[in-house]
């Protein structure tokens, strides 16, 4: 899929959440810290938002990251060089949905962090997992304030309503897949 084609997806899906809930522009600009007019932006597909400002909106409705996203069950291939990324960090935290449940209480991704990376993330909701898999490179994830160094086939496992950043400190690239399981 596009750059174009998932932003006006994303603003299709936005739409549709805000209107089901029955929430104007303003009441989801309170409910999710994101501004009327960036939330207008990306309703109308013109604005593709960062995974920060997409996790916000998800947390504040209630609903997976990749509810935006998701297409319906079926059999897939997504090959590596055909995905598009969403971006963060200046585009040096790249993040690829590579599996989402058809309920949305599973989401799978794979993380690409460029060197220099560090990507805070707002806490989730209470009672979502997140399990992190390093396959390449070293990672650093900073929870609260201690630090966990993992190298390729180490996995982390924690509560994702803490804060939690996700940091490339070294020279080359680091690559995870990363499961959110939300209750």
């Not at 009327?36 to 109308?44: A, D, T, V």
């Not at 509560?159 to 490339?168: F, K, L, T, W």
Request: hydrophobic letters at 40%.
């Amino acid at each position: 899929m596009e750059k174009r084609e998932i932003s006006v997806l994303i603003g299709e899906r936005l739409r549709m959440f805000r209107v089901d809930r029955g929430l104007s522009l303003e009441t989801l600009a309170s409910v999710t810290g994101v501004s009327k007019p960036m939330l207008g932006q990306i309703e109308r597909g013109v604005s593709n938002p960062t995974v920060a400002t997409l996790w916000k909106i998800a947390s504040g409705l209630g609903v997976p990251f990749t509810a935006f996203i998701a297409e319906g069950p079926q059999v897939t291939v997504a090959r590596a060089d055909e995905m598009t990324p969403l971006f963060d960090d200046g585009e040096r935290y790249q993040v690829f949905n590579t599996y989402t449940s058809t309920n949305g209480n599973v989401e799978v991704y794979r993380l690409r962090l460029l060197p220099g990376c560090r990507r805070f993330s707002e806490p989730h909701s209470r009672g979502v997992i997140e399990s992190l898999t390093v396959s390449v490179g070293t990672l650093k994830i900073v929870l609260s304030d201690t630090v966990h160094t993992l190298f390729p086939g180490d996995a982390l496992s924690f509560p994702g309503d803490m804060e939690h950043e996700y940091v490339n400190d070294h020279d080359e690239a680091a690559e995870a897949h990363l499961v959110i399981i939300y209750a």
